[in-house]
């Protein structure tokens, strides 16, 4: 079986507003809502700031929203997390849903954003 990873913007009518973003690897998937592309370009920032380190976790780092619910997304020495955070607490972040991408396809996840930031910049500013 081939694994893949899945990023698909699904495009808001103008560059302005939120839209809608599907992760997913293998038959597992996560629908949240971004708020700009900016935050897009930010998530690859991250990711390109923390992929030389095998062997530390990240502090998550806020990519969307799923409903009131914060989502997530983490590097660690072995995976990629998409987390949705249903309880926090002062001690721990609780996690509802977890989606885990193995860690060998960082480089598939950061091409399909990056594809997708430039399908949303690139639309009009109506």
């Known amino acids: 079986m081939k ?4 990023v698909s913007l699904l495009p808001p009518l103008a560059r302005l507003a939120p839209a809608l973003l ?3 690897f293998e038959t597992t998937h996560l ?3 971004v708020d700009h592309p900016e935050r897009l370009a930010h998530w690859l920032a991250f990711i390109f700031e923390h992929r030389d380190e095998p062997d530390a976790m990240t502090p998550p780092l806020s990519v ?6 914060d989502v997530g997304f983490v590097i660690d020495n072995d995976n990629l997390l ?10 721990e972040i609780v996690p509802s849903f977890s ?16 594809h997708e930031h430039r399908q949303w910049v690139e639309l009009p500013a109506v």
């Open 31 to 33: 629908i949240f809502r």
């Open 22 to 24: 599907l992760v997913g």
């Open 3 to 6: 694994h893949e990873v899945t």
């Open 99 to 114: 989606l885990y991408i193995p860690r060998d396809y960082l480089d598939d996840l950061a091409d399909g954003l990056a």
């Open 82 to 91: 998409l987390v949705v955070c249903t309880e926090e607490s002062t001690e």
């Open 64 to 69: 969307g929203r799923f409903g009131a619910h």
